[in-house]
């Protein structure tokens, strides 16, 4: 079949609505509930910014903060109820609750043991595989594994025994890692200098199957099928879209809007006053008009995740977005990670909402977030000022990036041992980065030609994470064939491909050893 032809055939799954409503993000919501761990599994969805072991400490720091706090006011609860929202892989509460446990040991602190932990997502493989591969086993006695939602943080149904417990507002601790860029987002612009008359547009979006011809490579279900299922818009419907992901393409057009239709009309307007406000008059931004990114689903997750945390309780959500009024001006659309696509987080129009309307909660951010394109925030029911300024300690990006940027001069430097010696700084600063070790392996073992070095580093890195990081397996191996044990090293990466079946850096390595 000629190309031409076959996209002459394809096939309108829905027509034009708001970006916000568009078919495209709810099919990504749909690939995660089924099919989560492949997406990880597959490397498609970077997990570093969370899962290599800095961002645990931190939160452990952070927890440990609010217990001493809590303890002088003689408010320390019995059980301190901490939850995760979409724990994917699961390494960041595993480790964040291994540097709690350490930090607690260390200063003879009972308060690891209040601890009760829930860790949940909406997948019940990426929870299933928590519990195949023991991940929280030595923690087993505080935490309870199952699903919850994130747009009804607190609702947790177990996975073993199916009971349900509603822990809204008993949650001490809400931990919610780049999951809030799932959720749909508008784009409108505002047209026109005076903003009494100003004309508005929405980025609407409409959405299509290409090429049906290849449907068979992808699913048993004809077209007719599928367009049904699209139109269905049930999660269950939708879940027989996953599989055609690649054959499904968004096409956007900006289209000019009432909205004085729209029921987020006072809180847009106010946005774009704002927006202007900020990037001054005459800025190169706005002269096609004053663009809102526009978070309301996520504001109302946010709202949600206020009520249900205990009166002196706190969240603390960290995720891909705007962090100054200069990026969260642009018409950026959606990211794609693999099957899945992500709207970034407007925390600067959502920093607004919070800071006018207290009675919602209370939003922070650490500063110095200016054109990070990661935003970290606390969130409380009322304000608790020693909290804040240990989290802005924990989290600004000038304490969060300092071991990462010493790893980037680390791998440019111009010998292994001006390289190996910033890693050693790097991870001075950041003790319990394992992937930092994972880096340092490398380098000493292709550069510097150091096996034992590299093995040393390699097994350190193991005692943090032996789960999931397919280049910890491989450069453990690779330490490990260079250091003539090969059956050691045929071990590592059959271990590494349990985790990720499908790596190939993984396949590479086994396939080199077999051939020796």
């Known amino acids: 079949m000629d190309q031409n032809d076959a996209n002459a055939d394809a096939r309108l799954l829905q027509d034009w609505v708001p970006l916000g409503q568009s078919l495209q993000g709810a099919l990504s919501q749909a690939v995660w509930t089924a099919d989560g761990v492949t997406l990880f599994a597959d490397q498609q969805v970077p997990t570093m910014a969370h899962d290599s072991g800095s961002v645990s400490a931190r939160h452990a720091r952070l927890l440990a903060t609010w217990c001493a706090d809590r303890e002088a006011a003689g408010e320390l609860p019995e059980r301190i109820v901490v939850v995760e929202v979409a724990i994917g892989t699961g390494l960041h509460l595993r480790l964040l609750l291994d540097a ?24 019940d493989g990426t929870v299933r595989r928590a519990v195949e591969w023991g991940l929280y086993a030595p923690h087993a006695g505080s935490v309870r594994l199952g699903w919850m939602d994130v747009t009804r943080p607190g609702l947790f149904l177990e996975l073993d ?7 809204r507002g008993r949650i001490d601790l809400l931990v919610a890692n780049y999951v809030l860029d799932l959720m749909p987002a508008d784009i409108l612009r505002r047209v026109g200098e005076d903003a009494s008359r100003a004309q508005w547009q929405a980025v609407l979006a409409r959405t299509w199957l290409q090429r049906p011809d290849l449907l068979p490579r992808y699913t048993t279900l004809d077209a007719d099928a599928l367009a049904a299922a699209a139109q269905a818009g049930t999660m269950a419907a939708l879940q027989q879209l ?43 931004l706005l002269a096609e008009g004053t663009v809102v990114n526009h978070p309301s689903t996520v504001r109302r997750v946010l709202e949600a995740m206020a009520a249900a945390l205990s009166p002196a309780g706190y969240a603390v959500v ?12 642009q018409m950026s659309g959606t990211a794609r990670y693999g099957a899945s696509r992500s709207f970034g987080v407007n925390f600067v129009a959502l920093d607004r909402w919070f800071a006018s309307h207290p009675e919602t909660g209370v939003l ?3 500063g110095g977030e200016h054109d990070h394109q990661h935003g970290t925030r606390l969130l409380t029911r009322t304000p608790q000022p020693g909290l804040t300024t240990a989290f802005a300690a924990a989290f600004a990006p000038e304490h969060l990036l300092a071991a990462r940027r010493l790893a980037t001069e680390a791998r440019a430097a111009a010998t292994v ?42 097994s350190k890195a193991l005692s943090f994470n032996p789960f999931f990081s397919p280049e910890l397996w491989r450069v453990h191996g690779d330490a490990l064939r260079a250091a003539g044990q090969p059956s050691a090293a045929a071990a ?3 271990a590494g491909l349990t985790a990720a079946p499908r790596d190939a850096g993984l396949h590479w390595s086994q396939g080199r050893l077999a051939t020796e």
């Open 161 to 167: 025994t199916g009971a349900e417990l509603d822990l």
């Open 100 to 123: 709690f446990r350490d930090l607690c040991a260390a200063d003879g602190r009972d308060w690891y043991g209040r601890l009760a932990v829930f860790a949940t997502d909406v997948n």
């Open 242 to 284: 996953a599989p055609i992901h690649p054959l499904v393409q968004t096409e956007v057009a900006a289209w000019t809007v009432d909205i004085a239709e729209h029921p987020d009309a006072v809180w847009l307007a106010a946005e774009a006053d704002a927006q202007e406000t900020a990037l001054g008059a005459g800025h190169p």
């Open 318 to 329: 960290r995720d891909i977005g705007f962090t100054s009024p200069e990026a969260a001006a």
């Open 364 to 366: 922070q951010g650490p």
């Open 492 to 494: 590592a990466y059959r």
């Open 417 to 458: 041992t001006e390289g190996m010696e910033l890693f050693r700084q790097a991870v001075v600063h950041e003790p319990r980065d394992w992937f930092l070790l994972v880096e340092a392996a490398r380098l000493a073992l292709d550069q510097g030609g150091a096996a034992d070095l590299a093995l040393a580093l390699s």
